[in-house]
């Protein structure tokens, strides 16, 4: 629970952070080099100059979003595992419920003769009294 807390309130939020600085800096670089490019004499170390920081803000940005993605797939991880144990708790529980709430075939048996009138009505009584009566 503690990494997973660690992961949403600090982690993720600062490779965002960091994915959103790292914006505005390439801004900043690629209009220096933009700059030093057009102002530079010798055009072949300028242009030699552009591509060193092109590469270096591109490994940054890879690594700064490989970082975030690691992250968010350690966080979905961590909710996957937390899911399941919630349903082999719900599934335990429906399963406990089930034979408590269900009574045994026997139970139910007994209860269904228990539930069965074993007199015979009055008006049952009656009509045999009288049918007997005229014989």
């Known amino acids: 629970m503690a990494e997973l807390q660690m992961l949403l309130e600090e982690e993720i939020p600062a490779g965002r952070s960091a994915l959103v600085d790292s914006f505005s800096n390439l801004d900043q670089v690629a209009e220096y080099c933009e700059n030093n490019y057009v102002q530079s004499t010798d055009k072949q170390r300028a242009l030699?100059?552009?591509k060193s920081f092109t590469t270096q803000s591109l490994a940054s940005?890879?690594?700064?979003i490989n970082t975030l993605a690691n992250n968010v797939l350690q966080l979905l991880d961590i909710q996957a595992s937390q899911l399941r144990r919630m349903e082999s708790s719900l599934?335990?529980?429906?399963?406990?419920s089930d034979v408590t709430m269900t009574p045994p075939p026997?139970?139910?048996q007994h209860?269904?003769?228990?539930?069965?009138?074993?007199?015979?009505s009055t008006f049952t009584t009656r009509k045999w009294r009288d049918e007997r009566s005229e014989s």
């Open 48 to 50: 030699e100059e552009t």
């Open 61 to 64: 940005v890879s690594y700064l």
């Open 91 to 96: 599934n335990h529980i429906t399963q406990v």
């Open 106 to 108: 026997s139970h139910i």
């Open 111 to 120: 209860i269904n003769i228990s539930t069965v009138c074993l007199r015979p």
